[in-house]
């Protein structure tokens, strides 16, 4: 009732943050079996809701998710709650991106037990491997396994890597730095353009706009000192644009191919 008394309506989301405590407790510490909806509560509570995001979460609410991350078995909702902290209608709320940036992404031990790697594999083929069950594997045999063993695991990974464009947004390089090494443009688009299931492509194209591309196309607005008389009360700016397309030269055929 709460969730449907909230939503996309600020003032009663505003009111109802001041138990954001408590949603945050029950979200952490219940599951499948005595869930009473506390999760979607809390991401409806705080998705969009810019105010909230950057008065009421503090430093010590995004540890203690990374902690439930570490901690607790491999579930998509701490994932999710992260993401909702972190995006706010399509911008970035800075703070909480670079908090939760460090938190993921500075210690190397936190990292690799977060982020299973990836790499091409040697044969013919050069399909994509991930490092799952202690072993290595064929990525697009990954959901499958995860089906037969009936845990979190592929649901846990595609929501992580979501986590990650998320936390690359607005070019964070507190994120782009570390990740560029895990996820090289070349392993992205063999996903992006393999025989993948949809969600996974659509989850490591986010990550290579955000990761790769944005990145590459900057755009600096400059004041224009020189006045000319006769364009008097014209826009007085220069538009500098890096346009260097040279490295996506495989991806834009093959998005126009798809088309």
């Not at 008394?5 to 029950?26: C, G, H, K, M, V």
């Not at 579930?75 to 703070?95: F, M, P, Q, T």
């Not at 949809?198 to 944005?214: E, P, S, Y």
């Not at 500098?240 to 798809?258: A, C, D, I, P, R």
Request: hydrophobic letters at 40%; a negative charge; glycine letters at 2%.
């Amino acid at each position: 009732m709460i969730k449907h008394t909230i939503r996309e309506y600020r003032p009663n989301e505003l009111y109802a943050s001041q138990w954001l405590d408590i949603f945050i407790n029950q979200a952490m510490f219940t599951d499948n079996q005595n869930s009473f909806k506390a999760e979607p509560t809390l991401t409806e509570l705080i998705d969009n809701n810019e105010r909230i995001l950057k008065s009421r979460i503090k430093k010590v609410t995004i540890n203690r998710f990374v902690d439930m991350i570490l901690i607790q078995d491999k579930h998509k909702k701490y994932v999710n709650i992260l993401r909702a902290l972190v995006n706010c209608d399509g911008e970035a709320i800075v703070s909480n991106q670079g908090e939760i940036s460090k938190l993921l992404l500075e210690d190397m031990d936190t990292k690799y037990s977060l982020l299973h790697a990836l790499r091409v594999s040697d044969s013919e083929s050069g399909e994509v491997e991930i490092h799952v069950y202690e072993k290595w594997m064929l990525l697009s045999d990954f959901e499958g396994e995860s089906e037969e063993k009936a845990d979190e695991l592929f649901e846990f990974f595609y929501h992580m890597i979501l986590l990650l464009s998320d936390l690359c947004l607005n070019r964070n390089f507190t994120a782009i730095h570390p990740l560029s090494d895990l996820f090289p443009f070349e392993l992205c688009f063999k996903i992006i353009s393999g025989n993948y299931m949809v969600n996974l492509r659509h989850a490591f194209l986010r990550l290579t706009i955000t990761l790769w591309i944005d990145r590459d196309f900057t755009k600096i607005t400059l004041p224009n000192k020189i006045r000319i008389w006769t364009r008097l009360g014209e826009d007085s700016q220069v538009i500098l644009t890096n346009n260097s397309t040279e490295n996506y030269h495989e991806l834009k055929g093959f998005v126009l191919e798809y088309l």
